[in-house]
C-alpha cells in the first residue's frame, strides 16, 4: 500500500503538468512518476527482505511507515544516482 502511495501522488503532478504546464514540467512531472514507478518495480524481488529491515529498526507501527518511505527513498536515489545519464535518455527520448 505504501509503494502504491509513492506512485499514486506523482500521478496529481503529471496530470497538473500535462494540462497547463510546457515541455520541462512535463519532463519533470514524468521523471517523479518513473523514478518511483521503476524504485517499486527494483525493490518488488525484494520485498521481504525489505520488510524484515523495516520491522528490525523499529517495532512501532508509525516509525515503521516512516522507516519504509526513508529506505525506499535512499534506495531509489542511490540507484538512479548511478545510472542518472541513461533514465535521463529515456525521459528525453518519451518526451521530446
Known sequence: MIFGVNIGTTITSQ???SLTMGKEAKKVALSHFMFNF??????????GFFYKIVY???GDVVHQVANIHLIFNLICAVVFLLA???FSMLINRIIK
Open 15 to 17: 496530470l497538473i503538468a
Open 38 to 47: 521503476l524504485g517499486v518495480i527494483i525493490l518488488l524481488p525484494f520485498l
Open 56 to 58: 528490525w529498526l523499529d
Open 84 to 86: 542518472i545519464k541513461p
